[in-house]
Nanobody, 127 residues
Framework: QVQLVESGGGLVQAGGSLRLSCSAS????????MGWFRQAPGKEREFLTA????????YYADSVKGRFTVSRDNAKNTVYLQMNSLKPDDTAVYYC????????????????????WGQGTQVTVSS
């Protein structure tokens, strides 16, 4: 069984920064792509960014481009999301997700393209 565990969420003032981590484990863990999503109350799950394990190619939603940075540590099976210049609109539960096999990047924003999900971590940005 594959487990994804997010950490690093919390309360931060507008303009501040947070770094989220997503640690993957499990005997059968294998992943081609890791994605970060978020979901605010009453809204659909929103794609933020994705990174490939091999090569480290990154992809960003326009809403976070320039403010959020995704990175990975292959040795630790961990993916990070550095979030800067946070705004109250960034308040949401943040999820990481893993896809076993590679697929075209046009699929990365689709939550249905991922095989495993973490439980989420709350990020609250106060004004």
């Amino acid at each position: 069984q594959v487990q994804l565990v997010e950490s690093g969420g919390g309360l931060v003032q507008a303009g501040g920064s947070l770094r989220l981590s997503c640690s993957a484990s499990g005997r059968t863990f294998r992943s081609a792509v890791m994605g970060w999503f978020r979901q605010a109350p009453g809204k659909e799950r929103e794609f933020l960014t994705a990174i490939t394990w091999s090569g480290g190619s990154t992809y960003y939603a326009d809403s976070v481009k320039g403010r959020f940075t995704v990175s990975r540590d292959n040795a630790k099976n961990t993916v990070y999301l550095q979030m800067n210049s946070l705004k109250p609109d960034d308040t949401a539960v943040y999820y990481c997700a893993s896809r076993n096999s590679m697929v075209g990047s046009s699929y990365f924003p689709n939550p249905g393209a991922y095989d495993y999900w973490g439980q989420g971590t709350q990020v609250t940005v106060s004004s």
